[in-house]
C-alpha cells in the first residue's frame, strides 16, 4: 500500500477488506486516516472486513473532516464523513462494503448515513 501510495500520490483514498481490527493502529505518512473495523462477524463467521477513508493532510480549502456515520453490520459496513470548506460548503464521503454482495434489503442500513451526510 504505501508503494501505491508513493507512487500515485492521491489525495484521497477509500479501502474496503482491510482485514485490520480496532487494536491496529491505521496510518500513512502525510494522510490523515480515519479507520472503521469490523466489529461484527461476517455472515461466515470471519472477522475480515473494514473500512479506511484517508486524505491528504493539508489539502486546499478543507478546514475540517469528521466522522458523520459509522455503520458496522454483519453484512454491510459503512463510514462518512464530512468535509467541510474554506467557501462555506461541504462534502460528504461515504465508503460502503457489502459483505456478500449489494441487496435491496441491504440497503435499509445506509439509512443513517444518508441522513447524516444531508444534514
Known amino acids: 500500500m504505501l508503494q501505491l501510495l508513493t507512487r500515485y ?3 484521497l483514498v477509500l479501502l474496503q477488506e482491510t482485514w485490520t481490527g480496532k487494536e491496529i493502529a491505521v496510518r500513512f505518512p502525510g494522510m490523515k486516516v480515519f479507520h472503521l473495523p469490523r466489529r461484527v462477524p461476517a455472515a461466515s463467521g470471519a472477522h475480515r472486513g473494514g473500512l479506511i477513508i484517508a486524505f491528504k493532510e493539508g489539502l486546499p480549502n478543507v478546514l475540517s473532516c469528521k466522522v458523520i456515520s459509522k455503520i458496522s453490520h454483519a453484512t454491510v459496513e459503512a463510514l462518512c ?13 461515504t465508503n460502503v462494503y457489502f459483505a456478500s454482495g449489494c441487496r435491496e434489503e441491504l440497503l435499509a442500513h445506509l439509512s443513517p448515513c444518508a441522513d447524516n451526510a444531508t444534514n
Open 81 to 93: 464523513l464530512r468535509f467541510n470548506l474554506a467557501d462555506g460548503r461541504s462534502i460528504a464521503i
Open 9 to 11: 500520490d492521491p489525495d
